[in-house]
């Protein structure tokens, strides 16, 4: 059992930045893919960055140059650095976890483990 808790959500202006962290309960040996995905009312959760057990990264188009994802295995934590914030960043921030893979899939039916969410909202 993996157990996901996202923190670090909150309100900001456009232009601005916050940091997502997603502790996991059990980040041990073994391949692994971690991702971040965002789901705004009214549309389907998309995949924004993702990271495996090698450290190699994936992001969407509408945030490279802008998010940074990266992991403490030592602090068994998750993070989304997100800067340059506009309003269309607005939505729930979920971390997840495959345990199965190190592909770095933005398809949400691959990941078994999932984090409550942590709010965005980005006001122009």
């Known amino acids: 059992q993996v157990d996901l808790v996202e923190s670090g959500g909150g309100s900001v202006q456009a232009g601005g930045s916050l940091r997502l962290s997603c502790a996991v309960s059990?980040?041990?040996?073994?391949?692994?893919?971690m991702a971040w995905f965002r789901q705004a009312p009214g549309k389907e959760r998309e995949g924004v960055a993702a990271?495996?057990?090698?450290?190699?990264?994936r992001y969407a188009d509408s945030v490279k140059g802008r998010f940074t994802i990266s992991q403490d295995k030592t602090k068994k934590i998750l993070y989304l650095q997100m800067n340059s914030l506009n309003p269309e960043d607005t939505a729930t921030y979920y971390c997840?976890?495959?345990?199965?893979?190190?592909?770095?899939?933005?398809?949400?039916?691959?990941?078994?483990?999932w984090g409550q969410g942590t709010q965005v909202t980005v006001s122009s």
């Open positions: 997840a976890r495959n345990v199965r893979s190190d592909v770095l899939y933005f398809v949400p039916s691959v990941f078994g483990y």
């Open positions: 059990a980040f041990t040996g073994g391949t692994y893919c």
């Open positions: 990271i495996n057990s090698y450290g190699a990264t």
